[in-house]
């Protein structure tokens, strides 16, 4: 008798892709495609507005299907087709999803077709929402976008980067195709494997191995973390900053060959492996460490130094009911400029000197500002408004300022944006050797 054959099905997954009115409307075009290569069968149900930003019959090129714009739409409702729209499927990806749609869901309106078919749906929902920093920000958006987590909507991002406003940055930004394409695999749970290679995430850098050590006989300078400025021998002025960003170059650095010093304002972090880490406290004291670590061909300046100190800290803990109406009066003084200071030394500046921008509000234009005022060649720049997670997080999202122009790279983990910077740096340092050797 012959032995059962075994017969693999191949059962193709299916999306319902809900374009939402946002600028971002037209990264859907590439997200249909690259779910297309992966044999992903994608219906799409098109907003309102999402018609002002992208046409129906571009989508529908795209997916090989009819579009789907109108709750009633007498063909499709004599089957009710939106609650088949809703069933028959295995995932529902809204993208980019607006503040509105946002709001609608969470209300649980139905007054269009997606609101319909989300409402009706059973199937995980992913949100990949899209707007301006401030619309993100908003108590009202945040306080649905909880809701829907709460209900159990996927929520992915969105990244923090340049809107397409001019001159507005922040978080609000839709988050890559790729990375949309890795969490719609995740939720389908299978092998979406694609027939072609995507192509690379835009603005990415190539990295180079670790295993390669192209900073072998080059010297780099970091500095991370907080500096604590006294007050009395109790208390000092501090901030947030975690020292996560700037140990990860660090180890970046060192993986890449370099000989490193850390110089570290004070925070709990472990030593990187193989890097030499001076301890400070004081702006003052980061400075002089820093100073003493030249010379260095890379200096790259992460630490959230203090702006200003306490004029004449107290040699004694100031008692309660010091001063007049019992608050003592503090007077502050500028500290010390540390980035400034060595991009504008005649003889021993680093040949590429990197700084950070942390701002809350006009995050570019910042940054564009303090590149040229401080004399760096490069400025990393991120947004470390409440919310973001990015001060004391794993994360970062930032934007790389240089006079060629502005990258603005993906969210990612802290490590990757060291491992990123450290290639870059790497790969470019020869240019910025030679410019420096024409200078001196
Ligand atoms: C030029 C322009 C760009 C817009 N971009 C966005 C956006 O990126 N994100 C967003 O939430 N709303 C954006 N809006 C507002 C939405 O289009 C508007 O709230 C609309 O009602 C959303 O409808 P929908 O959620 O049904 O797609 C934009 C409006 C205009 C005119």
Redesign the pocket.
Known sequence: MLAPQRVKIFVAKRVVLI???????YKCLDLIRRLREREVQVRVV?????Q??ITPLSVSALTNERVFTNLFDLDDEREIGHIRLARDCDLIVIA?????????MAGGHAN?L??SVLLATDKPVLAV????PH??MNKA?QRNVAQLKADGVHVLGPAAGE??ERGEAGV?R?LEVPQIITAVEGLLGGDQTAKTAAPPPPHDVSLASPRQHVLTGRSVLVTAGPTHEPIDPVRYIANRSSGKQGYAIAAAAARLGARVTLVSGPVSLPDPAGVDVVRVVTAAEMLEAAQAALPADIAIFAAAVADWRVAKPKPEKIKKGHGEAGVPKLTLTENPDILKTIAHLKRRRPALVIGFAAETQTLVAHARRKLKRKGADWIVANDVSPGTGIMGGDHNAVHLLSAAGIESWPDMSKDEVAERLMARAAADLSHYLTARTAAE
Request: a negative charge; glycine letters at 10%.
């Open positions: 374009i939402g009115g946002g600028i971002a409307a098109m907003t309102s507005a999402a002002h930003f980019p999803a607006t503040a509105d749609l946002l709001a609608r269009d997606a609101t929402p899209a707007m301006n619309m993100w958006t809107m397409a609000g839709l």
